[in-house]
Structures are given as C-alpha cells and as structure tokens.
C-alpha cells in the first residue's frame, strides 16, 4: 500500500510539475509575442500601441505544449482605436495586423455618400489575411497601398434613402479592377448597419430567394472590374 502511495505521489507531483512549467513556458511564449507585436507595429507605423488583451494561436485541437506556442492575437489601443495584429514569432512575414481598417471604412464610406448624394450609408469591408479580419501584412501601410496590392478586397454597402439615377455618379474602379463590390438600398433605416443582412443579400441574390429580398431591400448591385456586373432589381 505505500508503495502504491509512493509511486502516486510521484506522479501527482510530476503532474504539478510539468502543469508548472507549462504555465511558465506559456508566460514566457506570451511576453514574446507581444513584445514582438508591439515592435512589428512600431516599425510599421511608428507609434508604440498599448496591449488590451491576448490569446494564443492554436495550430491543432490538441496543441498544448509550451514550445509550440509561437503565435498569437494581440488586441492593441493607440489614439482612441482598437486593432488587432496576428503575430508568429518563427514566421513574421505572415504577421498581420488590421490598424488601417477604420482610416478605409471611412473613406469609403465618405466617397459613396458624396456620390450618391445619400446620408444614410453603411459600409462594411473584408480583405487581406484570413486570420484576422481586414488584416494587412506589412508592406500594406497606407490606404493607396490597400488597393493597389491587394486583390481579394470586397466591399459591401448599404444605404437608405438611395436615388437611384445617382449610380451613375459612381467610379467603382477607383476602388481596383479586382475589387469586388455590393450595394443594396435598404426599406428600413433600422437594418442599415446590419452586416449580415446585407452579406445575406448576396447570397440570396444568387439563388431562387430573390423575390423574399424585395421585402428588406429596394435595389441591389454588384460592381466588378470596375464597372456594373450585375443589377437584380
């Protein structure tokens, strides 16, 4: 019996140990990240953000050993604004971060009410690395840097109030020949800033459900290489 006694006592405090040394090596792996983060933004746009929260890239459903903790997400704060970066410390090439999302969402949304006359616009965009949204990899440092490089950007914007002879106002090459771009005009001005509804009329419009999206929208556009692709309705 105290064999029995002796050898779970082994094993209960190698199992204290190696939960100690993980904990360890992931405090470590974590500093390392987001010190790196924090170097990887600096150099990019040059200010140094403050760290708000964090967690580890998971590579595997059973990923859990220290070493292996070489990747993570850094939620920053600079100036009022909120951003992630995606950061590897064995492959920072690949690092990302989305800083520059609110600087486009603004601009482009400032570009579509000019042209449409409208007030009532929305815009919600998806581009650049797929582990954050809207995440840019370092060379990406400026708006016109954006739309020249990348060529997977899809902007999707919603307005209420839409005259519709003013789409003819609209430049959408400016934007990238690749860029791919939806417009809908809502009925209600409650589902205006309703991402969803307005990515579900995408989807819809691509299938047999055109005629239920006459009851949320007024028209709907798809612009590709720079010019109309398609109008539903």
Partial sequence: MKDILKTCGVIAM???CMGVLTGCGERRAEHKIKSAAKEYIHAKYGFKPQITDFSFMHVGEYEW???KKNGGYVTMEYNGRTFQTYLLLNDPENSSDNYLQQDVDDRITAYFKEKLGCADVFVYTTYGAYQIRCGVPAEIVTYED???KCDNIEIYVS?????RDRIAELDVSVFGNETEIYLVDCKSQADLSDSELV???ITGAESDRRAE???KFNAYYHFYHGETKETLY
Avoid: K
């Fill in 146 to 148: 954006l739309i020249e």
């Fill in 213 to 215: 999206l006459h009851d």
């Fill in 159 to 163: 307005t209420y109030g839409l005259e």
């Fill in 14 to 16: 190698a199992a204290i």
């Fill in 199 to 201: 990515r579900s009329a």
């Fill in 65 to 67: 050993n220290s070493h």
